[in-house]
């Protein structure tokens, strides 16, 4: 069964620390891996999107690392800010007769603290 | 903004009521999605529609009815619903069906009283 699973569920750190979000997948075929930020009450806003040949890809402050091997994913935030309170969702999409199927997981709820 | 707009962004519905939720997209794609996103749950696919034809609809019960006039605009019509069915709804839009982002809505936070 596809699957994306994600942790913490939830997790709080002062403001002007690192933190590093994981995520796994039993997703097959696996075509990309998204990662996207969801503010409280508002839709999801894209990160980063990662193909199987890519392993690293950086948005800003955010770097999003992808193993295919292990089917493993983390998104690193680095130096967070307040505005980076919200859940982070890992998303992975495969590919059915052409059309893309996404996997979305329950996401990560982060609060920075001042 | 994502360039998709959805209204309205709240709304209070009895379980007799008849409503229907509005999503418009000002991005040129052909591609448009309704999710269904329940607390502490992972978001939910309901339909996809691409160049106004529905493409998949994931078994979604009757009383939710989506619209699709235009490549611009999805409606979600929406008629004898049960309290389980409140949740946040989402719209969003992609320039294709296969490897395409896609933009999200700020959704419509729905209650069925």
């Known amino acids: 069964k596809n699957q994306v699973e994600q942790s913490p569920q939830s997790l709080i750190i002062l403001e002007g620390k690192n933190c590093t979000l994981q995520?796994?997948?039993?997703?097959?075929?696996?075509?990309?891996l998204r990662w996207y930020k969801q503010d409280t009450g508002r839709g999801p806003v894209s990160l980063t999107i990662?193909?199987?040949?890519?392993n690293t890809k950086s948005n800003g402050r955010y770097t999003a690392t992808l193993d295919a091997d292990t089917k493993q994913s983390s998104l690193h935030i680095t130096a967070s800010q307040l505005s980076d309170s919200a859940s982070y969702i890992c998303v992975v999409g495969w590919l059915d007769t052409g059309f893309q199927k996404l996997v979305f997981g329950t996401g990560t709820r982060l609060l920075v603290s001042p | 903004e994502t360039g998709v707009t959805q209204t309205p962004r709240h709304l209070v519905m009895g379980m007799t009521n008849k409503k229907s939720l509005k999503c418009e997209q000002h991005?040129?794609?052909?591609?448009m999605y309704w999710y269904k996103q329940s607390a502490k749950k992972p978001l939910e696919l309901m339909f996809v529609?691409?160049?106004?034809?529905?493409?998949e609809n994931n078994s979604v019960p009757s009383r939710f009815s989506p619209e699709c006039p235009n490549s611009s605009h999805l409606f979600l019509h929406l008629h004898t619903l049960q309290p389980e069915d409140s949740a946040l709804y989402l719209c969003a839009s992609s320039q294709g069906t296969s490897y395409y982002e896609q933009y999200f809505g700020p959704g419509t936070r729905l209650t069925v009283t």
């Open positions: 990662m193909t199987f040949s890519e």
């Open positions: 991005l040129g794609h052909n591609a």
């Open positions: 995520c796994n997948y039993t997703v097959s075929p696996f075509s990309n």
């Open positions: 529609y691409s160049l106004e034809e529905r493409v």
